[in-house]
């Protein structure tokens, strides 16, 4: 079954930097793109970054351009999120997420808190 696992968050001073992980199985990695969407406290759960397949194109959500980098290892079965210059409007948990068949599936999150 499609598999979905998260790590590398954790709290983080404003400028700081974190960078995620998620390690997928179940399905063939390669075809398929992959986003990272996060959910803070109160909020709608929003598109972070994506990813296509092999790699080639990335879509970021304009509050993170510049500062986000999302990246995959075909090889490994994961994709990164390399976030920088954190601000503490990135509270958030962050989820992975793959569209497979028209099914969505999530990852469990991962909680990111950048505060002094």
């Known amino acids: 079954q499609v598999q979905l696992v998260e790590s590398g968050g954790g709290l983080v001073q404003p400028g700081g930097s974190l960078r995620l992980s998620c390690a997928a199985s179940?399905?063939?990695?390669?075809?398929?793109?992959m986003s990272w969407y996060r959910q803070a406290p109160g909020k709608e759960r929003e598109l972070v970054a994506t990813?296509?397949?092999?790699?080639?194109?990335?879509y970021y959500v304009d509050s993170v351009k510049g500062r986000f980098t999302i990246s995959r290892d075909n090889a490994e079965n994961t994709v990164y999120l390399q976030m920088n210059s954190l601000k503490p409007e990135d509270t958030a948990v962050y989820y992975c997420?793959?569209?497979?068949?028209?099914?969505?599936?999530w990852g469990q999150g991962t909680q990111v808190t950048v505060s002094s």
């Open positions: 997420n793959v569209d497979l068949r028209s099914t969505r599936y």
């Open positions: 179940g399905f063939t990695f390669s075809s398929y793109a």
């Open positions: 990813i296509t397949g092999i790699g080639v194109s990335m």
